[in-house]
């Protein structure tokens, strides 16, 4: 690992960590992948939204599954290029790719809804804790076979597993800060997940 940054001189450092998650995180691989493929404009399908969970309405299973490894894999790579600089960069530069694929400058900052982008991150700075929450989309995403509820789920326990597992308070925090963003982008779902609307896994939806 390099010599410690200068506190004196560190924002150049934050600012150079935040700018490169951002354009990582920014790539819109859904968008992008089902274009390539020829299904026209993902945005137009399902739900509307450019993650996995929406690529896989398009009925195309590799290109969904694709899409969920590239879109956490940028997470996990921003924060794991940050780690070169240690834990402080890591998280800065894996909260901007977060940032990045919500609101990405190539899509007019509207983007997908994180969830597979913030697993990555998490196992890019504290893999036993992304592995936690992984486990956790798996089992309620088994039981109830509804994508958002394993998502919000899963993410909202990213806090208290950073806190039992790793007892990192900043770690603690960040999660706490990727939690909101991610039910903030799930407003909608929360809604129909309230009303019994929220279609299930594999299912297809009206935009």
Known sequence: M??????AFVWPYF???FIGGYAIGSIPFGFVLTRL??????RQIGSGN????????????????????LDGAKG??????????????ALIAGFASLIGHLFPVWLRFRG????ATTFGVLLGVAWPVGLAALA??????ALFRLSSLAALVAI???????WLIRGDLQLVQFAAIFAVLVWARHHTNIRRLLTGAEPKIGKKSQP
């Open 136 to 141: 956790t989309w798996l089992a309620v995403a």
């Open 2 to 7: 390099p010599d410690p940054i200068s506190w």
């Open 76 to 89: 996990a790579a921003a924060a794991l290029i940050g780690w070169r600089w240690g834990p402080d960069i």
């Open 15 to 17: 600012l150079a960590a």
């Open 156 to 162: 909202a326990a990213a806090p208290l597993y950073a």
């Open 37 to 42: 493929a020829g299904l026209g404009d993902i």
């Open 112 to 115: 997908g809804k994180g969830v």
């Open 50 to 69: 450019i993650g996995a969970t929406n690529v896989l309405r398009t009925e195309n299973k590799p290109l969904a599954a694709l899409t969920l490894f």
